[in-house]
């Protein structure tokens, strides 16, 4: 073989390999784009569940609060009235035990700042809660019969505690200094 035939022929196969590498690093630089691609729709899945299950969350929390705080304005409004007792009494006892039940969820599953406040509204429902069986059972302490404007600014914490989850969700923008005015109690 001559130098010219010895050079085509390297020239040659150069240029096969070539061909061949450079496909073979298109499929593999393909496959990786793939399974970026992948990733980022698993995460992309995930952060949605975590959305849906966090919102779940935030709307049993928020409704149980409500179901107790609305069963602890009931009794404070029935209290004198013997005939009305037994029923509100029921109701807020199931009012009560729903909202151990969610908040005991919530605690596992919401971020910090969240349980921050959620314990906060639990604490002071609990505190109400005393007050208003003291006064139901005849046994009152000194501050108890403050429970109406107790029970008004619960109603208003519930109030902050709904915005800051539905600004966790992205569903409102914070504001500071937020005002509540032309709302009800129950708002």
Not at 145 to 164: C, K, N, S, T, Y
Request: proline share 2%.
């Amino acid at each position: 073989m001559d130098a010219g035939s010895t050079t085509a022929f390297a020239v040659a196969v150069v240029g096969v390999v070539g061909t061949l590498l450079s496909a073979l690093l298109t499929q593999r630089a393909a496959e990786r784009g793939r399974e970026r691609q992948r990733e980022q729709a698993e995460e992309s899945r995930e952060r949605r569940a975590e959305a849906v299950e966090r919102r779940a969350c935030y709307v049993a929390l928020n409704t149980a609060c409500r179901q107790y705080l609305a069963a602890l304005t009931d009794l404070l409004h029935a209290l004198g009235r013997e005939g009305e007792l037994p029923a509100v009494r029921r109701r807020l006892t199931e009012a009560r035990d729903l909202h151990r039940e969610v908040y005991a969820e919530a605690q596992m599953r919401l971020p910090d700042g969240m349980l921050g406040i959620a314990g906060g509204v639990a604490h002071a429902l609990g505190t109400v809660y005393g007050s208003l069986r003291r006064l139901d059972d005849g046994v009152p302490r000194p501050g108890d019969v403050a429970a109406q404007g107790d029970i008004d600014a619960l109603w208003d914490l519930l109030r902050e505690m709904r915005h800051r989850m539905r600004t966790d969700l992205g569903v409102s923008r914070s504001t500071a200094g937020r005002s509540y005015g032309g709302y009800g109690a129950g708002g």
